[in-house]
Protein backbone atom coordinates (compact mmCIF):
# COMPACT_ATOMS: atom_id res chain seq x y z
CA UNK A 1 0.00 0.00 0.00
CA UNK A 2 1.35 3.22 -0.75
CA UNK A 3 0.89 6.36 1.38
CA UNK A 4 1.05 10.08 0.47
CA UNK A 5 2.10 13.22 2.42
CA UNK A 6 -1.18 15.03 3.65
CA UNK A 7 -1.96 18.17 1.85
CA UNK A 8 -2.79 21.79 4.08
CA UNK A 9 -5.11 23.72 1.79
CA UNK A 10 -2.72 27.12 1.51
CA UNK A 11 0.58 25.83 1.98
CA UNK A 12 3.34 25.16 -1.02
CA UNK A 13 2.81 21.38 -2.48
CA UNK A 14 6.46 21.06 -2.64
CA UNK A 15 7.37 18.43 0.09
CA UNK A 16 10.63 17.87 1.77
CA UNK A 17 11.49 14.61 3.21
CA UNK A 18 9.68 14.03 6.65
CA UNK A 19 12.09 14.93 9.79
CA UNK A 20 13.93 11.93 11.93
CA UNK A 21 12.65 12.98 15.38
CA UNK A 22 14.72 9.98 16.99
CA UNK A 23 16.25 11.23 20.30
CA UNK A 24 13.11 14.11 20.30
CA UNK A 25 9.41 14.16 22.32
CA UNK A 26 6.72 16.48 21.67
CA UNK A 27 5.83 18.17 25.07
CA UNK A 28 2.45 19.34 25.58
CA UNK A 29 2.81 21.43 28.36
CA UNK A 30 -1.05 22.31 30.00
CA UNK A 31 -4.33 21.03 29.08
CA UNK A 32 -6.04 23.02 26.35
CA UNK A 33 -8.92 23.03 23.70
CA UNK A 34 -6.23 22.68 20.85
CA UNK A 35 -3.37 21.91 21.11
CA UNK A 36 -2.16 18.69 18.88
CA UNK A 37 -0.04 16.97 16.66
CA UNK A 38 -1.47 16.67 12.89
CA UNK A 39 0.58 13.71 11.30
CA UNK A 40 0.79 14.85 7.33
CA UNK A 41 -0.49 11.62 5.62
CA UNK A 42 -3.05 9.26 5.02
CA UNK A 43 -3.63 6.11 3.47
CA UNK A 44 -4.47 5.92 -0.76
CA UNK A 45 -6.68 2.86 -0.14
CA UNK A 46 -8.88 1.61 3.05
CA UNK A 47 -7.20 -0.29 5.71
CA UNK A 48 -8.04 -4.14 6.32
CA UNK A 49 -4.98 -4.45 8.99
CA UNK A 50 -2.68 -1.68 10.77
CA UNK A 51 -0.80 -1.66 13.76
CA UNK A 52 -0.41 1.64 15.54
CA UNK A 53 2.92 2.43 18.70
CA UNK A 54 3.81 4.67 20.62
CA UNK A 55 5.29 6.04 23.83
CA UNK A 56 3.53 8.54 26.44
CA UNK A 57 4.90 9.80 29.32
CA UNK A 58 2.14 11.98 31.94
CA UNK A 59 0.90 12.04 35.30
CA UNK A 60 -2.77 12.88 33.89
CA UNK A 61 -5.17 10.29 36.40
CA UNK A 62 -8.15 11.51 34.11
CA UNK A 63 -9.21 10.27 30.75
CA UNK A 64 -6.92 11.38 27.59
CA UNK A 65 -6.57 10.64 24.02
CA UNK A 66 -3.36 9.46 22.19
CA UNK A 67 -3.60 8.50 18.67
CA UNK A 68 -6.90 9.85 17.00
CA UNK A 69 -7.55 8.29 13.44
CA UNK A 70 -11.15 10.29 12.63
CA UNK A 71 -13.18 10.21 8.88
CA UNK A 72 -16.20 12.07 8.48
CA UNK A 73 -18.44 8.80 8.71
CA UNK A 74 -16.72 7.74 11.85
CA UNK A 75 -14.84 10.34 14.41
CA UNK A 76 -13.68 7.03 16.69
CA UNK A 77 -12.84 4.81 13.01
CA UNK A 78 -8.92 3.85 14.93
CA UNK A 79 -8.50 5.21 18.64
CA UNK A 80 -5.92 4.77 21.45
CA UNK A 81 -7.78 6.43 24.52
CA UNK A 82 -6.72 5.92 28.57
CA UNK A 83 -10.05 6.35 30.60
CA UNK A 84 -7.73 5.66 33.75
CA UNK A 85 -4.48 4.81 35.31
CA UNK A 86 -3.96 0.96 34.54
CA UNK A 87 -6.67 1.00 31.15
CA UNK A 88 -6.04 1.81 27.89
CA UNK A 89 -9.20 1.40 24.90
CA UNK A 90 -8.38 0.61 21.56
CA UNK A 91 -11.31 1.72 19.11
CA UNK A 92 -11.65 0.36 15.59
CA UNK A 93 -15.11 1.73 13.71
CA UNK A 94 -16.70 3.29 16.96
CA UNK A 95 -16.18 -0.20 19.29
CA UNK A 96 -13.62 -0.76 21.74
CA UNK A 97 -11.74 -3.34 23.36
CA UNK A 98 -10.27 -2.71 26.81
CA UNK A 99 -6.79 -3.89 28.41
CA UNK A 100 -5.83 -3.57 32.05
CA UNK A 101 -2.11 -2.90 32.99
CA UNK A 102 -0.03 -2.16 35.81
CA UNK A 103 -0.86 1.06 37.25
CA UNK A 104 1.66 3.71 37.07
CA UNK A 105 1.88 7.32 37.41
CA UNK A 106 4.70 9.70 35.65
CA UNK A 107 6.01 6.79 34.09
CA UNK A 108 7.34 6.01 30.29
CA UNK A 109 4.95 3.79 28.77
CA UNK A 110 5.11 2.38 25.58
CA UNK A 111 2.02 0.64 24.21
CA UNK A 112 1.16 -1.29 20.52
CA UNK A 113 -2.19 -2.19 18.95
CA UNK A 114 -2.95 -4.28 16.44
CA UNK A 115 -6.00 -5.20 14.08
CA UNK A 116 -6.80 -7.52 11.66
CA UNK A 117 -10.07 -7.00 9.72
CA UNK A 118 -10.40 -11.24 8.35
CA UNK A 119 -10.29 -12.45 11.85
CA UNK A 120 -11.22 -9.45 14.10
CA UNK A 121 -8.20 -10.18 16.29
CA UNK A 122 -6.77 -7.33 18.13
CA UNK A 123 -2.83 -7.53 19.76
CA UNK A 124 -1.81 -5.60 22.75
CA UNK A 125 1.86 -5.31 23.94
CA UNK A 126 2.79 -2.78 27.20
CA UNK A 127 6.28 -1.75 27.39
CA UNK A 128 7.29 -4.71 24.95
CA UNK A 129 4.87 -7.49 26.83
CA UNK A 130 1.75 -9.38 24.29
CA UNK A 131 -0.76 -8.88 26.72
CA UNK A 132 -4.25 -11.38 25.57
CA UNK A 133 -5.50 -11.29 22.20
CA UNK A 134 -8.81 -9.87 21.96
CA UNK A 135 -11.21 -9.47 19.49
CA UNK A 136 -13.35 -6.59 17.60
CA UNK A 137 -15.09 -5.35 14.15
CA UNK A 138 -14.51 -8.79 12.04
CA UNK A 139 -15.07 -7.49 8.48
CA UNK A 140 -14.35 -4.66 9.27
CA UNK A 141 -12.76 -1.95 6.89
CA UNK A 142 -11.37 1.18 7.92
CA UNK A 143 -11.82 4.80 5.95
CA UNK A 144 -8.86 5.99 3.92
CA UNK A 145 -10.01 9.74 4.27
CA UNK A 146 -8.86 10.61 7.88
CA UNK A 147 -7.24 13.00 9.87
CA UNK A 148 -4.44 11.25 12.21
CA UNK A 149 -4.22 13.72 15.54
CA UNK A 150 -2.24 12.85 18.47
CA UNK A 151 -2.99 14.76 21.85
CA UNK A 152 -6.70 15.59 21.49
CA UNK A 153 -9.73 13.45 20.91
CA UNK A 154 -11.59 13.84 17.61
CA UNK A 155 -15.43 14.10 17.99
CA UNK A 156 -16.09 15.26 14.34
CA UNK A 157 -13.74 15.41 11.57
CA UNK A 158 -10.09 17.07 11.87
CA UNK A 159 -11.85 18.82 16.01
CA UNK A 160 -14.42 18.91 18.20
CA UNK A 161 -12.01 18.44 20.44
CA UNK A 162 -13.05 18.12 24.45
CA UNK A 163 -10.09 20.24 26.66
CA UNK A 164 -11.01 17.36 29.70
CA UNK A 165 -9.68 14.62 27.60
CA UNK A 166 -6.70 16.36 26.23
CA UNK A 167 -3.17 15.18 26.79
CA UNK A 168 -0.61 17.07 28.77
CA UNK A 169 3.19 15.06 29.41
CA UNK A 170 5.64 13.86 26.66
CA UNK A 171 4.88 12.36 23.53
CA UNK A 172 7.40 10.25 21.24
CA UNK A 173 7.81 7.13 19.37
CA UNK A 174 4.27 7.40 17.27
CA UNK A 175 4.48 4.32 14.32
CA UNK A 176 1.82 3.49 12.14
CA UNK A 177 1.92 0.49 9.65
CA UNK A 178 -0.98 -1.45 7.37
CA UNK A 179 0.04 -4.83 8.60
CA UNK A 180 0.13 -6.83 11.94
CA UNK A 181 3.93 -7.00 13.74
CA UNK A 182 5.32 -9.17 15.51
CA UNK A 183 6.75 -9.00 19.64
CA UNK A 184 10.52 -8.43 18.39
CA UNK A 185 9.32 -5.90 15.88
CA UNK A 186 7.39 -4.14 18.87
CA UNK A 187 10.52 -4.06 20.81
CA UNK A 188 12.22 -2.84 17.73
CA UNK A 189 9.72 0.25 17.91
CA UNK A 190 10.38 1.08 21.32
CA UNK A 191 14.20 1.61 20.51
CA UNK A 192 13.41 3.13 16.88
CA UNK A 193 14.99 0.41 15.29
CA UNK A 194 12.98 -0.88 12.77
CA UNK A 195 13.31 -4.25 10.58
CA UNK A 196 9.87 -3.67 9.07
CA UNK A 197 9.32 0.51 7.10
CA UNK A 198 6.01 1.35 8.90
CA UNK A 199 3.88 3.74 6.97
CA UNK A 200 5.11 6.62 9.13
CA UNK A 201 7.20 6.49 11.96
CA UNK A 202 9.61 8.64 14.31
CA UNK A 203 12.53 8.45 11.96
CA UNK A 204 10.23 10.07 9.10
CA UNK A 205 7.62 11.49 11.03
CA UNK A 206 5.63 13.97 8.65
CA UNK A 207 3.71 16.48 11.15
CA UNK A 208 2.07 20.49 11.98
CA UNK A 209 2.14 21.66 15.17
CA UNK A 210 -1.15 23.07 16.42
CA UNK A 211 -1.42 25.24 19.40
CA UNK A 212 1.21 24.94 22.25
CA UNK A 213 3.08 22.30 21.84
CA UNK A 214 6.83 22.07 21.34
CA UNK A 215 9.28 19.40 20.14
CA UNK A 216 12.28 19.04 22.23
CA UNK A 217 15.32 17.05 22.90
Not at 160 to 170: I, K, N, V, W
Amino acid sequence: MHWHPLWVPGEPTSFSPPPDLEHHVFVYPQETQNSHVLVRAKPEQPLQNFTVCLQSYTDLTRPYSLFSYATKAQDNEILLLKPKPGEYRFYVGGKFVTFHVPQSIAESEHVCASWESATGIVGFWFNGKAWPRKGLQRGYTVGAEAAIVLGQEQDAFGGGFDARQSFTGELSAVYMWDTGISTSEVMGAMYNRLSKAPIFGWRNFPYKIVGEVYLKP
